[in-house]
């Protein structure tokens, strides 16, 4: 069960079909408090609510079941090479094919690493969407035993260099 499944089954219990914007708003709030609080959320609406609260209503209830100022514990991940155990992986993103930006940008997906799993499941997972990392790891130079998310960093900066020099 994940907090995709409980809210769908939420909205089911109270015969709702949301669009996708809704049901994704509704989403973010579940994935802010994570799958336990949000099984006592549905529990509370679908046990004691006549109507199916409003995003408002629902911070509302999360709110005095005491869900929001609870202190999250904080967890220590090992260490990965792609995420540097924080659970996002740099993606760098071209001018010459999101015509969109004017300079290489990075973005962040998520890891595949314990860190990269316990990420709202709204962020996209980088080895879904891409079949390997976009550098692969330096054999030998300065670059050798740097962690990938700076050697992103560093190709997003030797990339934009050139842009520079070619205006």
């Keep these: 069960m994940n907090t995709t499944t409980v809210l769908e089954t939420m909205f089911s219990v109270h015969g709702k079909r949301p669009l996708e914007a809704q049901f994704n708003e509704y989403l973010k709030v579940f994935d802010q408090i994570g799958l336990n609080d949000s099984v006592k959320v549905f529990e509370h609406v679908r046990d004691k609510e006549d109507k199916f609260p409003t995003i408002r209503q629902m911070r509302g209830i999360i709110g005095n079941l005491g869900i929001w100022g609870k202190p999250k514990a904080t967890i220590q991940y090992d260490d990965c090479y792609y995420c540097q155990g924080v659970g996002y992986i740099p993606y760098l993103l071209s001018p010459k094919t999101v015509k969109k930006i004017s300079k290489y940008t990075t973005t962040v997906m998520a890891c595949k690493c314990s860190a990269g799993q316990d990420l709202p499941e709204s962020v996209q997972r980088y080895f879904d969407v891409h079949k390997s990392v976009q550098f692969e790891e330096e054999e030998e130079g300065e670059l050798k035993d740097v ?21």
């Design 147 to 167: 962690a990938y998310p700076v050697l992103v960093t560093v190709k997003q900066t030797e990339f934009n260099d050139i842009l520079r020099a070619k205006e």
